[in-house]
DNA sequence: GATGAATGAGTGTTCATTCAT
DNA sequence: CATGAATGAACACTCATTCAT
């Protein structure tokens, strides 16, 4: 018996996401995908049940990946205005090195079907940024508003700048992102 | 392939923008936007060079027609922060009224056929409040920045908050809105 | 406009009825019956729903046509014993010149599919022969015992008998079927 | 192939027609059988050379179990009427307490893949039979038709009421079993 | 101008079978 | 002997678009 093979699975992961970059997720059918990998399309159905989940579940492994990449890049805790400054530049240190499957979130995440994936379970992955803001909050150095409207004026504008970046020749201009974020962090402070 | 019936034509948009909220942009096949405006599939090629054609004319229709309704909104001119809380308020009003064709351009933006949209001819529609973004920064209100990013601010969140408030059952609270507003004013002002 | 084809739909008709006959119902693929009737498989959809609908509507015309032929064919009223004899005369001429067709129900009436077809309606086209052995029994010429054992005799070797001699070579021998309607009345007779 | 595992063969057996009878013949796929047997597919190919010999084999197994069944019931012999009453007494207690078996061998008889299994085989387990019906007929007790025509009087009505029984909710009315073996009798006795 | 019929190309998915272990 | 992985071929069905009327 041959055994369930990680480079096969692999490959239809980076081919999954390579193909919703290239013809964007309406266009990206089965067979499309099956083929990028080399692979059958009825062997795709061995790993995952069906085209769903194929995509929910690689949407959920890229979006662990970057939330623990993120975290781990932050050290600094003098505070939480370098903190959230270092969120942002780890943020688009893990976009510029990975724009596939940024590109690949963005556009499964404003999709229909992504109402499927478990959004709890994803939130987990999130708490310790939560966390940050609830402290912050506290301490008097965040405005004391709906945690659900810091969130969105601290990554909002951070995606969607991201994602012009990309559309517009990929260049990420540093300045402008210090710029950008300075806007941010003056929109949420005290 | 234009001005044959007005009718059928205005039957057509709101066919289309109705079947892409009900069934999603990847669903919405032509003949099911037909069959809802109560036409041959035939028909609309008629009126639309093909598929990609009517989603994209309709997004440029339905953008234009929220810019005319936002900017007629505008009246008070004493303090720029006074013109811009008008502008989010109309915006607000705006997309609870359309609350479709709001949905509809969110989902077609994200997707990857909204690119042959001609983006220059929309920003001739923006040009007022690009004009006002300007004046504010001579005068020295805001701050000197990309004028990107004073949009980014300006808008992304305000879309953002509109769909979530849509997807999570629709009702808008305007004390959450006047909330996230004062946090976009902080951070363009200067 | 090109109207719905009579042609087109007859062809559909008897390559699904050839089909069935050559691979047997489980093999009979869509795209098998649009080929040998000259059609794309699409065109298939637009005469029936989709493949149930195809082979049950299929079913209850012929089902109808033979019960209809037959029912023309009873002449004679003298007695209920040649009137059954007619009638089992009538069957075997239908079938052996309509093989495919009596092969085709046969097929189609002991697969599991056939459950969906409407049992009332198809009962209505039986009436008559319901109505010749109602009378029967209350004559006193037919054994007073259950409607549906009647018909058990009357038909169910009827139907074996003629499946059988089509598998064989498919010779109809005449004087075989008159024996055969003789054990047939015998169990019916008082 | 065969000889290996007799448990695994007879998980293979029963997983067969516990499927046939869930699913219907033309949706028992190979993989559903063997994971209902808690076998791999690959398994199955180990007793059986493919799927069609594995349903003809079961069939004959199962057809010759029931012929074996019923002979060793019949014990009278005094009359024939009450060998034969026996006989369908036998062949209705059979299949109240084999309902899979029973209607796996019905499903698979009227299916077209039935036509591989060696009728000669076959007949030699019901040589029995045939001889009670050979000196009935010599005795003057039956009539003296064509061999075919009697076994045609005496099992397909046995079966279709009996098929019939178990579709409709699988009662086994005894009365009319025997009302239906009076008219059995009737139709070939002389 | 308007239409329903028509279709080649494609969809996601399952199949019976084989292969490497 | 036993197996889960693998697959080419097939499945039922839908698509955007065109054609004849």
């Known amino acids: 018996m041959r055994m369930k093979d990680e480079i096969k699975q692999r490959a239809l992961i980076s081919a999954t996401i390579a193909t919703v970059n290239e013809s964007g997720l309406a266009s990206s059918s089965v067979s499309k995908i099956a083929k990028k990998a080399g692979l059958s399309p009825a062997t795709l159905y061995i790993y995952y049940k069906d085209k769903e989940d194929l995509l929910a579940s690689i949407y959920m492994d890229v979006k662990i990946e ?13 505070s939480l205005k370098k903190i959230f400054s270092q969120l942002w530049k780890a943020m688009f ?14 556009q499964f995440s404003s999709s229909p079907c992504c109402d499927i994936v478990n959004k709890k379970e994803m939130e987990k992955h999130f708490e310790p940024i939560t966390g ?26 951070l995606m969607v700048l991201a994602k012009d970046m990309i559309k517009q020749g990929g260049e990420f201009k540093e300045k402008l992102i ?13």
Chains 1, 2, 3, 4 share one sequence.
């Open 93 to 106: 240190k893990y976009i510029s090195c990975h724009r596939e499957e940024f590109m690949f979130i963005e």
């Open 132 to 157: 940050l803001i609830k402290d912050g909050i506290k301490k008097g150095e965040i405005k004391n508003v709906d945690m659900g409207l810091i969130k969105l004026f601290l990554f909002s504008p």
């Open 66 to 78: 970057m939330s623990n990449y993120i975290i781990n890049e932050i050290t600094e805790e003098s």
């Open 178 to 190: 210090k710029e950008a974020f300075e806007l941010s962090w003056d929109s949420i402070k005290l």
